[in-house]
């Protein structure tokens, strides 16, 4: 079984940037899609980004396009989102998942069945 660990969500000024990673243990992330997602209260867990299995391509919600960058260190085994230009919109407790969803359905939270505990990334001045 895949455990995994998210850090580096902290509070953070509108404009500034954050790099949250997102460690495993138990096993490798070369076998799996590795996903970011996001929640605030009372909301669903939204999309945020996603890194294929193949290890080349990238997927990412409207809402960060351009702003944020998934990527992987497979000698840490560790998967990284880098979050520039901040916004308050962003705050949320940040998640990453697991899983091996066929392509249509990267974005669908349903198909990732490892989660981390999760990170909360506030966005304020």
């Known amino acids: 079984q895949v455990q995994l660990e998210e850090s580096g969500g902290e509070l953070v000024q509108p404009g500034g940037s954050l790099r949250l990673s997102c460690s495993a243990s138990?096993?490798?992330?070369?076998?799996?899609?590795v996903a970011w997602f996001r929640q605030t209260e009372g909301k669903e867990r939204e999309f945020v980004s996603v890194?294929?299995?193949?290890?080349?391509?990238?997927y990412y919600a409207d809402s960060v396009q351009g702003r944020f960058t998934i990527s992987k260190d497979n000698a840490k085994n560790t998967v990284y989102l880098q979050m520039n230009s901040l916004k308050p919109e962003d705050t949320a407790v940040y998640y990453c998942?697991?899983?091996?969803?066929?392509?249509?359905?990267?974005?669908?939270?349903?198909?990732?069945?490892?989660w981390g505990q999760g990170t909360q990334v506030t966005v304020s001045s």
């Open positions: 138990g096993g490798t992330f070369s076998q799996y899609d």
């Open positions: 998942a697991v899983g091996r969803p066929i392509l249509s359905a990267v974005r669908n939270k349903e198909m990732y069945y490892y």
């Open positions: 890194l294929r299995r193949s290890g080349s391509r990238t």
